[in-house]
């Protein structure tokens, strides 16, 4: 594995994300609450660019089985991507994907390191 400095800590703001190539890759790093995360810009369902879409938050659903009803929350505030070909939805601190058990982004270690952020591959 190699270390590959992508930028100053101070330069990627907290919600802000960077897309960059290393090693013929194409690597996000994001900043979500003062946490680095990164991943590979690339949507396990037709190969998009799964980074580059809208930060958004979700919308889950509690069915009561005595009243029948539905109770809906908007949860995860900044915290979810959307992929921008056909929406498929990543928890960016997780990489996991909201509608496919098993589907999660490829990830990779990320660290701060010297005020830096170092993604290794």
Same mark, same amino acid.
């Given at each position: 594995?190699?270390?590959?400095? #992508?930028?100053?800590?101070? !330069?990627? &703001?907290?919600?802000?994300?960077?897309?960059?190539?290393?090693?013929?890759?194409? #690597?996000?790093? /994001?900043? #979500?609450?003062?946490? /680095? /995360?990164?991943?590979?810009?690339?949507?396990?369902?037709? &190969?998009?660019?799964?980074?580059? +879409?809208?930060?958004?938050?979700?919308?889950?659903?509690?069915?009561?089985?005595?009243?029948?009803?539905?109770?809906? &929350?908007? !949860?995860?505030?900044?915290? #979810?991507?959307?992929?921008?070909?056909?929406?498929?939805?990543?928890?960016?601190?997780? +990489?996991?994907?909201?509608?496919?058990?098993?589907?999660?982004?490829?990830?990779?270690?990320?660290?701060?390191?010297?005020?830096?952020?170092?993604?290794?591959?």
């Amino acid at each position: 594995m190699s270390d590959h400095v #992508i930028v100053a800590e101070e !330069e990627l &703001a907290d919600g802000e994300r960077v897309v960059v190539q290393i090693e013929g890759r194409e #690597i996000c790093v /994001f900043n #979500i609450d003062d946490e /680095f /995360f990164a991943y590979a810009n690339w949507c396990a369902h037709q &190969a998009g660019p799964a980074c580059e +879409g809208n930060i958004t938050g979700t919308t889950t659903a509690c069915f009561d089985e005595e009243s029948l009803e539905v109770e809906l &929350a908007y !949860e995860k505030d900044d915290q #979810i991507l959307n992929c921008p070909w056909h929406g498929w939805e990543y928890d960016v601190t997780t +990489g996991e994907c909201l509608s496919r058990q098993k589907v999660q982004l490829p990830q990779y270690p990320v660290k701060v390191e010297d005020g830096n952020v170092v993604v290794s591959l």
